[in-house]
């Protein structure tokens, strides 16, 4: 098997070692990088040869057949040059893609060359692959110009290694910064869908299983964490009582404790469910009408439904955490404050690219805990959030890492290649 790098160069693949062809592939990124840039210049082009005018009409979502969209929204978004209506079909041909995938690439070079400058720098650069970027132009699509710019200033520094996860956050931030109103009427759209649904599968249909049934629910938030928490310290009862059915089965058990429990029925067990739910709100946004606080993991919410949700739990105010605590234990296992600390330092799991959430992650000893070792080896500059994969990618010595004093992380790969892990993404060492 032949290829040809990017000085055109003939290579027999079969007779690469290991790092000839990690280093060829990395070649492949960057042409591929080149290739994705020129694509969307031309789209960019082709939409400054066919502006809109009276006579042609101008492109619309509606040539996509978004009949839910309004029709005579333009492709861009705002701030962006009208283009003429059916300008799509000659570049789809010339690209051999299909008319709705041409219309989405030209509405994509306008948006970033319009309303996202600082993205589109770095694709011009080669710094950020076309289709990440074209991601956040199409997450910001439908914001206000003011909104869009925010974002742009949010990512750009990352934008080389964040994923959905951070695009979505930093969309729903403008949201709340920015359109305040519509995340309020969100919220009382998304209320008018709330329903619970019993569904009994039809005798002889292949879901019709004998004496098992469906429960769909869908509700405020706060309420239904609420209820699976209790249902999964239900289902650990039944464990600790001796049933050895899988977690999930456990889980629909506990439902039938639950309604027991709710009868006045005796059922085992005395543990009560806790649900935590992380607030954050800024002391001065509580006298503003349209004010939004953000709960981890489930982003922004108006301070009327964080409200209601204080209203109805038992709501505890933590004390504002030191991050620069440096206390350390000789325990294996962190205080609470300190595994606090870790998590609001570090929001996800610190191996490059991966964005689990830090809460849902293992915190990891980057010196490996010596039981025989010396006091003090659990302390905050000691310890990191990993993934329970990455952990065990780790631990089984495939990666090394270590951390800096200014918070960034080195991994070194098997193969010897360096990996900086930052707060604004990934950045390749070589």
Same mark, same amino acid.
């Given at each position: ?9 003939? *290579? #027999?693949?079969?007779? +690469?070692?290991?790092?000839?062809? @990690? ?25 400054? /040869? ?7 009409? !101008? ?22 040059? @009208? ?17 709705? =995938? ?13 309303? $996202? ?25 439908? +914001?206000?110009?003011? &909104?869009?710019?925010?974002?742009? %200033? !949010? ?20 949201? &709340? ?19 619970? #649904? ?23 938030? $706060? ?23 899988? +977690? ?9 404790? *639950?309604?027991?429990? &709710?009868?006045? *029925? ?9 649900? %935590?739910?992380? $607030? ?5 946004? +509580? ?14 919410? =108006? ?6 949700? /204080?209203?109805?739990?038992? &709501? ?27 998590? $609001? ?10 964005? %689990? ?28 959030? @990993? ?12 990666? #090394? ?30």
């Amino acid at each position: 098997m032949i290829e040809t790098d990017s000085a055109a160069f003939p *290579i #027999r693949v079969d007779d +690469l070692d290991a790092d000839w062809l @990690l280093a060829l592939a990395e070649d492949a990124e960057v042409q591929s990088r080149q290739a994705e840039r020129r694509t969307l210049r031309y789209a960019y082009q082709w939409c400054v /040869l066919n502006p809109a005018t009276e006579d042609t009409g !101008r492109a619309t979502w509606y040539e996509l057949g978004r009949e839910a969209l309004d029709c005579d929204e333009a492709i861009g978004g705002e701030g962006t040059p @009208l283009v003429a209506a059916f300008a799509a079909e000659q570049l789809g041909a010339a690209l051999r893609v299909s008319t709705s =995938t041409a219309l989405q690439l030209m509405a994509d070079a306008l948006n970033l060359r319009h309303r $996202l400058p600082r993205i589109w720098a770095k694709v011009e650069a080669l710094d950020v692959p076309a289709w990440r970027a074209q991601r956040v132009a199409r997450a910001t699509a439908g +914001l206000s110009r003011e &909104a869009a710019a925010y974002v742009d %200033r !949010r990512l750009v520094g990352r934008i080389s290694s964040c994923g959905a996860v951070t695009i979505d956050r930093a969309v729903e931030e403008a949201k &709340a910064r920015f359109e305040p109103e519509e995340v309020a009427d969100a919220q009382a759209r998304a209320r008018a869908n709330w329903h619970v #649904r019993l569904t009994h599968p039809a005798a002889g249909s292949p879901e019709g299983w004998a004496g098992t049934s469906w429960l769909e629910a869908a509700g405020d938030t $706060l309420d239904l964490t609420r209820f699976h928490d209790l249902v999964c310290a239900v289902a650990e009862q039944l464990e600790a009582g001796g049933d050895v059915d899988d +977690l999930e089965i456990r889980k629909a058990k506990a439902l039938g404790v *639950i309604a027991d429990r &709710a009868q006045g *029925i005796e059922s085992p067990g005395k543990r009560q469910a806790r649900t %935590r739910l992380y $607030l954050h709100v800024n002391a001065e946004d +509580l006298d503003t009408d349209v004010a939004v606080g953000t709960a981890e993991r489930l982003g922004p919410a =108006t301070l009327a439904r964080i409200g209601e949700w /204080l209203g109805r739990s038992r &709501a505890t105010i933590l004390p504002v955490l030191d991050l620069q605590r440096s206390d350390a234990v000789d325990e294996h296992d962190p205080p609470e404050w300190m595994r606090e600390l870790v998590v $609001l330092r570090d929001r996800h799991c610190v191996f490059p690219w991966c964005e %689990r959430d830090s809460r849902a992650c293992d915190l990891d000893h980057i010196e490996p805990f010596d039981e025989e070792g010396p006091p003090g080896q659990t302390r905050p500059d000691n310890l990191a959030p @990993l993934c329970r994969r990455h952990h065990r990618c780790k631990t089984s010595g495939r990666w #090394r890492y270590r951390g800096h004093d200014d918070g960034s992380y080195t991994w070194r790969s098997p193969t010897g290649r360096s990996y900086r892990v930052t707060s604004s993404g990934t950045l390749v060492r070589g």
